[in-house]
């Protein structure tokens, strides 16, 4: 789970179209960024984004969530009002799981959402495992 920090102080700030374009350019750099056909990413709603990366163990999506993180800091959209950078920055939640007959597809979207919220509460701008 992707989430871009201060998003509601951007919208504030530059207007709802700079905030349109923001979600453009962020989506196109994830979508220059997962390279492997069966990889996805979507906006989940509002600021937020799902990126699912199929038979990707832990070591494999932290390395990729730190990739998105650090490509959304070098497009350097400017962001006066965000309290993390002068840029748009994102938060990051990673979860992972083997399916199974038991799992549910819930589960997996609560864990990354969870990692998500601590990312947000630890000062935002960073990815946060399982």
């Known amino acids: 789970m992707l989430d871009v920090d201060f998003f509601k102080n951007f919208n504030d700030r530059y207007g709802h179209q700079a905030g349109d374009a923001c979600l453009q350019s962020i989506a196109a750099a994830f979508k220059m960024c997962l390279t492997r056909s069966h990889d996805m990413v979507a906006r989940y709603g509002g600021e937020e984004f799902v990126c699912l990366l199929p038979d990707t163990p832990l070591e494999g999506a ?23 950078a002068k840029i748009v920055t994102i938060s990051l939640g990673v979860a992972v799981a083997s399916p199974s007959k038991n799992d549910e597809a819930g589960d997996l979207v ?6 998500l919220y601590i990312a947000k509460q630890s000062g935002r701008g960073q990815v946060r495992p399982s």
């Not at 350097?76 to 993390?84: A, R, T």
């Not at 609560?110 to 990692?115: G, I, K, P, T």
């Open 110 to 115: 609560a864990s990354a959402d969870r990692q």
């Open 62 to 84: 932290l390395y990729k969530a730190r990739d998105l993180e650090k490509l959304v800091r070098e497009i350097g959209i400017p962001h006066e009002k965000s309290d993390v």
